[in-house]
């Protein structure tokens, strides 16, 4: 296929030539096949930032030319090289999303004025803390936790994008089995569902529960 040439400034006023096919579209530059994790997490961070909205693996290796394991190898060398800056890498099964840190939260909220969304009931975090600490999980089996029909709660759930469907449970009917979202990570300020504090850590617990915003009425 052929190819076109275009020069690219950077700010040193060097510049680089960047590759087009017929397309238009840049061509994925030699060694990238060979690039060792941290130095994808490079392209991977552009990705990312660029899009602005969560990204599958898939998705990433296609764009990039690698497959997905690399760039899952590139997200953990990532979201390290992030650890001491004001953005972080979240990471929801196969999904990557670059996002504010919750520390840096006052700052963003000053300079977005973003509107403040609505609180959850305490019915509605019980379900969410439920769904997030024993997924995949049926509706009968928050039920059985909770002792009382979710079916309300969970749907608002479902609408605010905090739980959804994620599979089939294999027995008659075929429930659905419900899991958290990259929504949710995205509210209560983790990386990934397993950061979660241990279920006996209450004051951390607690943080989480701040984070999504626990309110005590009685709807959902």
Do not use: K
Request: proline share 5%.
């Amino acid at each position: 296929m052929d190819e076109l040439e275009t020069e690219v400034q950077v700010e040193d006023e060097e510049t680089f030539e960047l590759a087009l096919d017929v397309f238009g579209r840049a061509v994925v530059p030699e060694g990238v096949a060979d690039a060792e994790p941290e130095d994808m997490a490079v392209a991977l961070e552009a990705v990312c930032f660029s899009l602005n909205r969560p990204v599958t693996l898939s998705e990433v290796a296609s764009i990039l030319g690698r497959s997905s394991a690399a760039i899952a190898a590139a997200a953990d060398s990532l979201a390290g090289q992030l650890r001491a800056r004001g953005l972080m890498l979240q990471r929801h099964g196969d999904q990557l999303q670059l996002v504010t840190r919750p520390q840096t939260a006052w700052a963003v909220q000053r300079a977005l004025q973003p509107e403040r969304p609505t609180r959850l009931s305490r019915p509605a975090l019980e379900t969410l803390a439920i769904v997030a600490y024993r997924q995949p999980l049926t509706r009968a089996g928050i039920e059985a936790i909770r002792g009382v029909n979710c079916e309300a709660v969970l749907e608002s759930l479902e609408r605010r994008g905090l739980v959804a469907e994620v599979d089939r449970q294999d027995t008659p009917g075929r429930p659905r089995l419900f899991g958290t979202t990259l929504r949710f990570l995205q509210i209560v300020g983790l990386e990934r569902i397993d950061d979660l504090p241990p279920l006996g850590d209450d004051e951390a617990a607690g943080q989480v529960a701040v984070s999504a915003g626990i309110v005590h009425d009685g709807g959902a």
